[in-house]
């Protein structure tokens, strides 16, 4: 196919097109009052007419990719109706990542589906029991459903699920983009290969997505194995959109919002932002993207309270997934009328194509933190010919001498404007499609033992591993993983080898969480005189009397019914919004590095106001400044701040990898700092690992303390978790090269590696000590925290196990704290907000601590990371950092038994050591003392004196 065509070549292929359309569908078309099918619509006919072939459509948003797949489909279902050739059953399936998209479609394809006389069905959480019989009972037409309602339907109807299915023709997979190297994504090509092994054949699959980076990712991802077959459909350029664009820069306070004040008076630069918007958007339809769910509510209530003061109708009102249904709904309805002018709020739940019309304008608040994210959100704006109209607000903070360099370099507005080059470049990021998802094949592997009653590992693998979406699992791994199953009561296997699940199997899969691939924290629904205002996250801390704002509205807390799961709210006048939970999204390596040619160019971006371009030049001259532009490293304090303009993954990656050498280091959006270490030092470690070979990802991932990040990593053995995170977390491939270049920018820094060693990893004090006779009495320690930055994040749990110099225990203190912010992975250490709400700050414990650990030598397993906690903590309540002699029983493993992991676990396996209860700190403090024990008495110099 040529890359141009005349307007008439274009229509030609059109009405050839259309031709082949059932005439039914031709009638449905006419009365739609079209003058021609758009290109994308006319390409993909005659592939998905043919059936033989999986398709890929991606094109703009709006440019009707959803009738490009459906006309033909629903043209090839008329047909053989016609014929009487369909069979029984659903007849397509149509897989959507949200709710309010399945909702949108529905009625989008009503009258279509009507017109071939075809019924269509939703099924997803919000349905109700009436529909969900109506489908069982009478399986037909087109079902619109979501993977873990899919993942239901395996489950509970199990051996029934052919039935229900046998004349399945075309499976329509809507976003395909957003599921592509997820654990969501891994499900969902699960799903659609246990749906071909349920009836026996191939069904076409047809993907799309306005924000592929990569077709051939795509393709794959669509069809694994089979991808060279996928028959792609491009976009086509010649229909996009003019573009208006600004983006405005502000200066934040930095404050927060305490209860019962009005937040406009401690955050000027919100209400700064909320008063533009007012003034630029009221009177027409508009969404403005907030990023979270909290800064969705506080925005709306500024919005809100505006509008109060003026004396006028409220247009704004929030939208995101915490709000109750019809909360939504009635957003989106307004949206559609054109007699309402409403600006939605909102997260990225209007980011997809959800059906609410033209939005004469789009509006970001921050970041947007990917190119695909502002490429979906500025694609509900401009279309039927008008220009599209983006608003992008982003606020810095003040600078002074104590400011940090990321802050000085005004990160956020440079990232915002790489973002937004990249994307008029047509630049979107690739996705990580080198994870294990391990968890979802737990999750998997569970769900097909239930659907069938029970399995054998042989017809798992097969189903699952073989010819199915986790082929890249041997067969040796997948035995470890059912045997790690086994092993916590997930699985068992009766006497004929068959495999059911275990007592918490059953739990979990009779769980109504089970059937979504990611964690779905329990909720507690948010009541106001009998309606459901929606929910929130049950770690939320809450207490009655207290204020927060929802639905844009701001509430007082009546009661908690705990049981029930609800809170009762009434109106109030102050509050601030919940902080709901929810994880960030990976900025780009293609990011970080456009932000390094911006630093390092003079052009200033016309789409700039003011305010932003005198920001941009401070982040300019920030950056010439601290010497960027010459060397990737500065010193600021004690300590030497890393920038290798790397995204997140490959900075995780580095950051891994010194710490895997000794050194303390943390990560602060750009910038990677190694805590007390000089400039010297760190060249010198850049070029000391320049000169190694790349480290095997597993190797580097046993480094890690804390590895489990998907739902089901808990059920997962030491060594599948080092592989799993390894493959999801780490991309030693793209940092390896980034450390060889780093080591020569700052070669002029770093001594001769004649006599380098490693930095020690237990102190800032003392050398490690190998000889243990001589270091006694000790006090291993082991703290639970909130999160992996000791400069961010806070201890939530201490425990101290005093030992004698003979190895003996003799004694145990361990207390909850309070760490005066969120616990963190509750479900890693198991501490919730409630559990520390009457806990004592770490200042409150700090005497007694001190007490515990002096005169004794200091020991830990993995020094560097409980050390360094230890050490901020004391820093914050204005304490000088004691001297401590120090033992790292992780070093000591990895000296006794070379090569073999070092984790706690392992270690006290080896060791013949007792642990007790997983992941609390007294349990682990006592484990790492019984290690320490071992070592001492394999000292000679102990066993000497003790004869």
């Not at 997948?478 to 080898?497: C, E, K, P, T």
């Not at 998907?710 to 090269?737: G, R």
């Amino acid at each position: 196919m040529t890359s141009f065509q005349s307007s008439s070549s274009r229509a030609s292929e059109a009405h050839t097109a259309f031709n082949r359309l059932h005439r039914s569908v031709q009638s449905w078309i006419w009365e739609q009052k079209w003058e021609h099918l758009r290109p994308a619509q006319a390409e993909a006919i005659d592939p998905i007419l043919r059936g033989d072939t999986d398709v890929i459509i991606s094109a703009a948003t709006a440019s009707g990719k959803t009738e490009a797949a459906w006309l033909p489909i629903l043209s090839s279902l008329a047909a053989a109706r016609d014929n009487e050739t369909l069979a029984r059953g659903v007849k397509a399936l149509y897989i959507s990542p949200l709710k309010a998209l399945i909702n949108d479609q529905h009625g989008r394809l009503e009258s279509l589906a009507e017109k071939v006389d075809m019924p269509i069905h939703r099924r997803h959480g919000d349905v109700g029991d009436s529909a969900r019989r109506a489908l069982k009972e009478a399986p037909d037409g087109l079902l619109l459903i979501t993977p873990e309602s899919l993942e239901a339907m395996f489950v509970i109807q199990g051996t029934r699920l052919p039935v229900m299915l046998s004349g399945l023709q075309y499976i329509v997979i809507d976003e395909l983009h957003s599921f592509i190297g997820t654990e969501r994504g891994a499900q969902l090509q699960s799903l659609l290969h246990r749906v071909e092994l349920a009836i026996r054949r191939h069904v076409p699959r047809i993907g799309l997505s306005a924000t592929l980076s990569d077709a051939s990712i795509a393709a794959r991802f669509l069809r694994p194995g089979n991808e060279e077959n996928v028959h792609v459909i491009g976009g086509h350029d010649d229909e996009a959109a003019d573009l208006r664009m600004q983006l405005r820069g502000y200066i934040t306070s930095g404050g927060g919002v305490s209860d019962g004040e009005d937040p406009t008076e401690v955050e000027p630069d919100k209400l700064a932002i909320a008063d533009h918007l007012f003034r630029n958007l009221r009177g027409q339809d508009n969404l403005v993207f907030a990023n979270s769910r909290a800064n969705v509510e506080t925005y709306a209530d500024l919005l809100k309270s505006i509008s109060d003061r003026a004396r006028v109708v409220n247009e704004f009102f929030p939208h995101h997934g915490n709000l109750s249904k019809d909360f939504r709904e009635n957003v989106e309805s307004r949206l559609r009328s054109a007699g309402t002018p409403t600006t939605a709020v909102c997260t990225s739940t209007l980011e997809m194509g959800i059906d609410i019309g033209s939005a004469d304008a789009v509006a970001q608040v921050g970041a947007p933190g990917s190119v695909s994210a502002l490429r979906q959100r500025l694609g509900r704006s401009g279309r039927r010919g008008k220009p599209a109209t983006l608003r992008i607000y982003v606020s810095e903070r003040p600078v002074d001498q104590r400011t940090p360099p990321v802050d000085q370099l005004r990160a956020e507005l440079f990232e915002t404007v790489a973002t937004i080059e990249l994307l008029l470049e047509k630049w979107y990021e690739p996705p990580n499609t080198d994870g294990l998802h391990l968890s979802t094949l737990i999750q998997q592997t569970l769900s097909v033992i239930a659907q069938h009653g029970g399995a054998t590992a042989a017809e798992l693998y097969s189903a699952l591993c073989t010819e199915g979406p986790f082929s890249h699992i041997d067969q040796p791994m997948f035995i470890q993983l059912l045997r790690s199953l086994g092993n916590n009561d997930i699985i068992v296997q009766s006497s004929d080898g068959t495999l059911l699940a275990g007592t918490k199997g059953e739990r979990l899969i009779n769980h109504y969480s089970f059937y979504s691939a990611f964690h779905t924290a329990e909720e507690y629904r948010l009541v106001s005189s009998g309606r459901t205002l929606g929910s929130i996250p049950i770690d939320q801390p809450l207490v009655e009397g207290g204020l927060l704002i929802f639905a844009g509205r701001r509430w007082r807390i009546l009661d908690v019914d705990i049981a029930g799961k609800v809170i009762n709210l009434t109106k109030a006048g102050g509050g601030r919004p919940p902080s709901f939970s929810g994880s960030g999204i990976l900025i780009a390596d293609g990011i970080r590095q456009r932000m390094k040619q911006l630093y390092e160019t003079r052009d200033v971006p016309v789409y700039l106001d003011e305010a932003a371009r005198a920001l941009f030049q401070e982040g300019r001259a920030a950056y010439d400044r601290l010497g960027l532009r010459e060397s990737p490293l500065i010193t600021w304090g004690d300590d030497t701040i890393l920038f290798p303009w790397a995204g997140d993954r490959t900075l995780n990656t580095l950051h891994v990898l010194f710490s895997s050498e000794n050194y303390e280091s943390t990560l602060d959006g750009v910038g990677m700092t190694l805590r007390k270490t000089s400039r010297v030092q760190a060249a010198t470690a850049l070029k000391y690992l320049a000169a190694l070979p790349s480290p095997d990802p597993s190797d580097l991932a046993s480094n890690v303390i804390v590895k489990e990040r998907d739902k089901h990593d808990v059920y997962l053995d030491d060594q599948l978790l080092t592989h799993s995170y390894a493959a999801a977390a780490l991309d030693v491939e793209t940092a390896w090269p980034l450390v060889k270049h780093l080591a020569e920018a700052t070669t002029q820094f770093a001594e001769d590696l004649t006599n380098y060693r490693p930095k020690s990893v237990v102190t800032t004090n003392t050398e490690p000590m190998l000889e243990l006779a001589d270091g006694g009495p000790y006090a291993v320690i082991d703290v639970e925290t909130t999160g992996f930055s000791p400069q961010r994040d806070r201890i939530v749990e201490i425990a101290i196990v005093h030992v004698d110099e003979q190895g003996t225990v003799q004694g145990t203190w361990s207390t909850l704290v309070d760490p005066e912010q969120a616990t963190g992975p509750s479900h890693v250490h198991g501490i919730s907000d409630h559990d520390v709400r009457n806990a004592p700050r770490f200042i409150d414990v700090l005497p007694h601590i001190q007490q515990k650990l002096a005169g004794r030598t200091v020991v830990a397993h993995n020094a560097a990371f409980d050390l360094g906690f230890l050490r901020s903590e004391f820093q914050r309540a204005g304490e000088m950092i004691p001297y401590w002699p120090l033992v790292c029983t992780m070093q000591l493993t990895k000296s006794y038994h070379p090569g073999e992991s070092a984790s706690l676990a392992d270690t006290c396996k080896r060791l013949n050591v007792e642990t007790g209860k997983a992941h609390t700190a007294a349990a682990d403090a006592l484990a790492a003392a019984g290690v320490l024990s071992s070592y001492i008495g394999r000292d000679p110099k102990v066993a000497a004196r003790r004869a």
